[in-house]
């Protein structure tokens, strides 16, 4: 049991109320629109592989170059599936993949059926469809039975830590000698501006700056060698990686097939610091965690970007109203409250009287407004200043607030953060801090019992307060001008604006998405 505090019940009902308040219309915006990303994951699902060799740009992945020629030709109004399916029910072509060949060739035609054509479309579309998240739900049993096997790491938290060479084939070994120093979740971060890219590259690649690209053969090939070393140590070593950008929704769905446990997604993430259009991102966002919820992926959301621009201490509530949003939009796509890795982190400087036990009362918060949720606690960043020795003593810090405060995930702390790429020893190091407090500390939150009106309990409130007032606002006047007003993380972003704005399609009346019908059992 760690530390807990007795929040007022009524100040936390009225935050949840506001918070679904605030969610709605959006929640409402998402399910009228579809995205070229949510049409592509559609026909992954379906088992669309492979790139299209001969357009003379490049191997551009056969799901864009359908989805692109499906909405030149007749729209995404009426979504690719429709379009695509037809073509194989009426013998146009034999299977999916002779839709991408003859897209290819330049022979492709397509049309919205009606009526007889209409039906068999549909129900080839969700037929296979229906088969890819037959295989998503069979990874997901495999999950069930490695854990039961394995065994899942002996205590919490899980020691999350993140490997990033650019070359897949260099991660993996490192990946192993992670986990065989104590990770208990690998994290592959993904090359810089790949959120960007609005597609998903091919293939094992080698070539990753500050990351390696997040590809469905690098996913296999890492969770293939993670397997392996599972089977090794006795415990289950988990997976991560991000579905977020232009992207969202495919990387979801890829990471469902190949069997990742953990997913960067937030949604708002895209929006402020990577300027993707808002409505795009609450698109995609959406479709992606539905698809995390059936795999059974954990989601880990991206609050602790917010204090990188912003002041942890006079913004912390803004933390604690994203975290609220975010557990709103991720039990609205199915995800239940053990999946919700909701976001903080340890970013007051340092050098505020008094930052430990703010950073304390902030972490009590988060555990005590979401009991039953894996929280995940991120390092501090903000205040390393290539100091390693302070940077050594700071993550020590991080690592009792997280002990003492029950995180489920803690992301490990490297002393070399703005200095380097941390070196393998550098990794090493930072294990045996959390090492050392984990066993030096462990059950000390026993023993921690902050009193009412104490400074833990009256800080913790006070932000919560501040929480239900910007609620209150964001609900009056919208979520979306309250993004684009820089409530969050001071950075506007206007709902008319934005990357990836292109892509984003009303649909029409007849719309079909297989993959959201089947997973919201409409189908």
């Given at each position: ?88 029910a009426s013998g146009s072509a034999g299977s999916l993949q002779d839709v991408a060949e003859q897209v ?267 009991p039953d949720a894996p929280l995940k606690w991120m390092p501090p960043t903000k205040h390393m200043t ?138």
């Open positions: 049991m760690s530390a807990r505090l007795t929040l007022d019940p009524h100040l936390v009902a009225r935050a949840r109320t506001l918070a679904e308040q605030a969610a709605q219309p959006v929640i409402d915006l998402a399910a009228q629109h579809t995205t070229v990303s949510v049409e592509r994951a559609v026909l992954r699902l379906a088992g669309l592989e492979g790139t299209d060799p001969v357009t003379g740009e490049g191997e551009i992945p056969w799901v864009n170059r359908v989805v692109d020629v499906v909405r030149d030709q007749v729209g995404l109004e009426h979504g690719v599936a429709l379009p695509v399916w037809h073509a194989v290819g060739a330049g022979t492709a035609r397509f049309e919205v059926p009606a009526g007889g054509d209409e039906e068999r479309a549909r129900e080839a579309a969700l037929a296979a469809v229906g088969a890819g998240l037959g295989r998503v739900d069979a990874a997901r049993r495999r999950r069930e039975e490695l854990v039961a096997t394995h065994g899942d790491p002996p205590r919490r938290p899980w020691i999350y830590l993140i490997v990033a060479t650019g070359d897949i084939h260099e991660d993996i070994p490192q990946a192993q000698a992670a986990a065989r120093a104590g990770a208990d979740v690998i994290a592959v971060i993904r090359s810089t501006g790949q959120s960007l890219l609005d597609y998903v590259p091919e293939g094992a690649t080698r070539t990753g700056y500050a990351g390696t690209y997040a590809t469905q053969e690098n996913f296999r090939l890492m969770r293939a060698a993670l397997d392996d070393v599972s089977a090794e140590l006795g415990r289950y070593v988990r997976l991560t990686n991000y579905a977020s950008g232009l992207c969202m929704p495919e990387i979801a769905a890829l990471a469902g097939l190949e069997r990742l446990d953990m997913m960067l997604n937030d949604a708002m993430y895209g929006i402020l610091f990577r300027d993707i259009n808002p409505i795009r991102t609450f698109v995609d966002q959406r479709f992606s965690r539905m698809v995390h919820a059936r795999a059974g992926i954990i989601i880990n959301t991206g609050e602790d970007n917010y204090l990188t621009t912003a002041d942890a201490v006079d913004e912390a509530h803004t933390v604690t109203v994203s975290q609220l949003l975010n557990e709103r939009f991720a039990r609205e796509a199915g995800l239940e409250d053990w999946q919700l890795g909701l976001g903080h982190a340890f970013e007051i400087n340092p050098t505020v009287p008094g930052s430990f036990r703010l950073e304390l009362a902030h972490a009590m918060l988060a555990r005590s407004l979401f290539g100091d390693v020795f302070g940077g050594y003593l700071l993550d020590g810090f991080f690592n009792l607030a997280g002990l003492l405060t029950d995180q489920s995930i803690l992301l490990v702390g490297m002393m070399t953060e703005a200095v380097v790429t941390p070196w393998l020893s550098d990794r090493d190091l930072a294990l045996r801090n959390v090492r050392y407090v984990l066993d030096a500390a462990g059950g000390l939150e026993e023993d921690l019992a902050p009193p009412p009106g104490g400074f833990l309990d009256t800080r913790a409130h006070t932000v919560l307060g501040e929480a239900v007032e910007l609620l209150e606002r964001i609900a009056a006047d919208g979520l979306l001008p309250s993004i684009a007003q820089g409530t969050f993380g001071i950075t506007k972003r206007p709902a008319d604006r934005g990357k990836g704005l292109d892509g984003v399609v009303v649909k029409a009346p007849g719309h079909l998405d297989p993959a959201t019908e089947l997973m919201e059992g409409r189908a």
